[in-house]
C-alpha cells in the first residue's frame, strides 16, 4: 500500500477542502478512497468534480465496500464518536474532525473503543498542532525555558460570526444541533492548543453568556477562569461578537514570558535568574537600578519570532501525518484519545456557568449529560426565533 | 489665602516626596505648613530639610494649631479613614492618601461624615487620574466614540516586589498591618481607573492566592471575574512576583475598541458602523471579503497615540487640583467620597475568594470587616515567617 484511500463522510465546506487537497496532490501519501453524504446535492457534485471516485450515501455501506483504508468525519460534532466507533470496529483507520464529540461521556466511548483497537490509527484534525509557531511555544514550555508556568491567559476573540452565519441552518447554534455555541464550534482548537501547552486545569469557574450578542441558544461569549491546583491560574475569554477581535495568549513562568500575538508573533523573553532567586536576593534599591536605570535587558534576554502561515497546509499536514502513521508508523501530532481534553474544558465551562459555582475537572459525565439534555429539552419547547 | 498650608502627616517616601515638591515649588499654590511624625528620627530630617516648618508629633496638635489649612495622611492605610474624619471635624481640608482605608465600613464612616461639611474640600491621592492618558481613555469612553463596553481585561501585573520588600517592616502585608496585600498597596490605583473609565461592576468572583510566591499573609496574586450586570464582563488581574509583568488594558465595546499597553501607548479602534449592525446585515462571503481580501481598514479606522509621564507630575498634579478647588472651587479630579469604590472592589475580590462564590456588590460591609477582623485574630496565632 503507497497510499490511504481515504473516505471523506460529508462533502459540506470541510470536507470539499479535503477532497480538494487530496486531488490537487498536496497530501502525496493521500488518495481519494470514497466520498459518503445523505445530500443528493453533494451526490450530483462529487459525481462531477470526482467521476472516478465511488459515492455512498450511507457511510456504513462505505466502510464496509473495501474501498477505503481510513475515513475523516466530516460531520455535526454529535456524530463524530460513533462514527469513528463504527469505522475503527470494521478495521477502518479513522480521522476525526474536532470537536471530538460533543459532551466528554460520548467521547469515552470512542476512546475506549479505541482502545481495543491499537493496531489502527486513530487522529483528530487538531491542525494548529501543527502550526510551527505553538511547536514553538510548547518545545519552549516542554525544555523549561520559561520554568513553571504561573499564570496563563488567552483572548482569543477573532471568531466573528455575524447573525447571518447562525442563520444558514435550523440545526446551527442549537443545543440540540451542536450542542454549544464558540466553545464547541470556533474555540476547540484554542482548548486543545492550551491543554496541549500547558496541561490541563484542575478547577474551572465560568461566566458564560447565551445568546448575549446573537439571537441564538448557545453561548457567543465565554470568560473562563482557570485552576490548575499547583497555585498556578488562568483565563480563556472567547466570542463571537468583536469584529475587531483580540488573540492574544500570554504564558508567564517563573523563569520567563510568553506572548503570542495574533497566532503569528511569538515574544519570548528569559530570565538569566529565575524570579524566585532574584526575590531572595534583591532589595528595592536593586529593584529602582534595574526599572529606572540599567534597564529590564539586564535581567532577561528577549526573542522575537514572526510565522506565516499557508491557508490549508495545516490540515494537510494532520492527512499527510495521519497517513504516514498508518503506512510508517509515523507518530501522530494529534492523537485521536487528545480529543477529550477539549470536550472536558469546553464541558466544564458550560457546567461552571449553569451550577453557577467552580466545578472540578473532569465534571461528572453523567451529571453534563443530564444537563445538556435537558438544555435540548428546553430549547425544543421555546425555540429561538432566529 | 494665596496658598494652601499643607501639614504633613507621616514623612515616609510619600510624605518625604510630598515635601519635597512643595519645597522645589513644584506645587505653586501650597506650601508646607506643618510636619508630623510619631518617629524620633523623622523628627530630625524634617528639622534638618526644613528648619523653618513647625514639627509635630501629635497629628491632633497640628490640626490644631493653626499653621495648617489642609492635610494629607501619608500614614498606614488602616489610619486613612479615621485621620480623615479628624481633620475635617476641625475645619481642616483633607487630603487623604489611596486607598481611602481597608474595608468600606470604614471609608463609609469618612464618606458621611465628610458629607457634613460640604465648605470643605476632601480629596484622595488617585495620581493615576492626572495621566493625560487614562483621561483620554475616558473621554472616548464617555463621549460614546467605542459605544457601550461589553469587555474590559486588565492585566497589571507591573507590581513587583522582593521578598525584601515585605521584609523592611513588620507590619507590611499582614492583615493587621495592611489588611491586604497587592488589592491593598500596589493595585488601588488600576481599581479606581477602571471603575472611573468603566463603571462599577454589579458581581465579582475571584481566584485569589495569598502568600503564593511570597511568604506573606496576604494575596500577591489575583484573578478576578466581573459581571457588570448588563451583560458585559471583565477580567483583573494582578500580582507582584511577575519581574517581566505585564500591563495591558483592552475595553471591547459596540462601536469599537481601546488597548492601552504599557499606561504608554492607547491604540484606538473605532468602527464606521455599530457592530451589531454589522452583524445584521452582513453574511459570510461579506466577512471572507474583508479579511481576506480588502482588509479590516475597510470597517474601522484605527488611531494610536503615544504619552509620555514625568515621575512626581500625577502627584504634583492632584496636590495643585486639591488646593485650586479649596482656593478657587475648580472641580476637584479625584473627590474623597470616590475611594469607596476602588475599597469595594478590592474587598468584594477578598471576600469572593474566601467564600469560594460569587459575590454582589456592595458586599455586606459588616461581613466583610467579620471576615477581616478573623483573619487578624487566625494571624495573631500563627504569625508568618517573614
Not at 453524504?37 to 456504513?60: G, M
Not at 501547552?197 to 478547577?203: L, R, T, V
Not at 514572526?306 to 490540515?315: L, P, R, T, Y
Request: aromatic share 8%; net charge negative; glycine share 10%.
Amino acid at each position: 500500500m503507497e497510499k490511504v484511500r481515504l473516505g471523506i463522510i460529508g462533502l459540506g465546506a470541510q470536507g470539499g477542502a479535503y477532497a480538494g487537497f487530496i486531488a490537487e496532490g498536496r497530501v502525496p501519501n493521500m488518495a481519494i478512497g470514497a466520498i459518503c453524504d445523505i445530500d443528493p446535492e453533494k451526490k450530483a457534485l462529487a459525481q462531477e468534480k470526482y467521476p472516478d471516485v465511488p459515492f455512498y450515501d450511507n457511510y456504513i455501506d462505505m466502510l464496509e465496500s473495501g474501498d477505503v483504508d481510513a475515513v475523516v468525519t466530516c460531520v455535526p460534532h454529535y456524530l463524530h464518536p460513533e462514527m469513528g466507533i463504527e469505522s475503527l470496529k470494521r478495521d477502518v483507520h479513522a480521522l476525526v474532525e474536532k470537536p471530538a464529540g460533543v459532551y466528554t461521556k460520548q467521547v469515552k466511548e470512542l476512546n475506549e473503543f479505541a482502545a481495543t483497537k491499537p493496531e489502527l490509527t486513530f487522529g483528530i484534525m487538531f491542525n494548529q498542532r501543527t502550526n510551527k509557531l505553538y511547536q514553538k511555544v510548547k518545545e519552549v514550555i516542554d525544555n523549561g525555558e520559561i520554568g513553571n508556568i504561573r499564570r496563563t491567559n488567552w483572548i482569543i476573540t477573532t471568531w466573528w460570526r455575524p447573525q447571518g452565519y447562525y442563520d444558514q441552518s435550523a440545526w446551527r447554534a442549537t443545543w440540540e444541533g451542536e450542542g454549544g455555541g464558540v466553545l464547541v464550534n470556533q474555540a476547540p482548537h484554542q482548548l486543545d492548543l492550551l491543554q496541549w501547552i500547558a496541561g490541563m486545569p484542575k478547577k474551572v469557574y465560568s461566566n458564560v453568556k447565551y445568546g448575549y450578542q446573537r439571537d441564538i441558544a448557545v453561548e457567543d461569549e465565554v470568560t473562563a477562569l482557570l485552576d490548575y491546583g499547583n497555585g498556578a491560574t488562568g483565563t480563556f475569554i472567547t466570542c463571537t461578537h468583536d469584529i475587531m477581535g483580540t488573540d492574544r495568549f500570554e504564558i508567564h513562568g517563573d523563569k520567563g514570558k510568553i506572548v503570542v500575538d495574533d497566532s503569528e508573533t511569538v515574544t519570548i523573553k528569559r530570565l538569566k535568574t529565575p524570579e524566585s532567586e532574584m526575590s531572595a536576593t534583591m532589595d528595592m534599591q536593586d529593584v529602582m537600578r534595574i526599572f529606572m536605570g540599567a534597564g529590564p535587558g539586564e535581567i532577561y534576554d528577549e526573542e522575537v519570532l514572526k510565522f506565516e502561515s499557508v491557508w490549508g497546509e495545516q490540515h494537510t499536514s494532520v492527512m499527510e501525518n495521519f497517513a504516514a502513521n498508518i503506512l510508517e508508523g509515523t507518530p501522530l501530532l494529534a492523537p485521536g484519545s487528545d480529543g477529550i481534553n477539549g470536550v472536558a474544558l469546553a464541558n466544564a465551562i458550560h457546567l461552571s456557568s449553569w451550577l453557577g459555582k467552580e466545578v472540578e475537572l473532569p465534571v461528572d459525565e453523567d451529571e453534563y449529560f443530564a444537563a445538556l439534555t435537558k438544555k435540548i429539552e428546553e430549547e425544543k419547547k421555546s425555540p429561538i426565533q432566529k
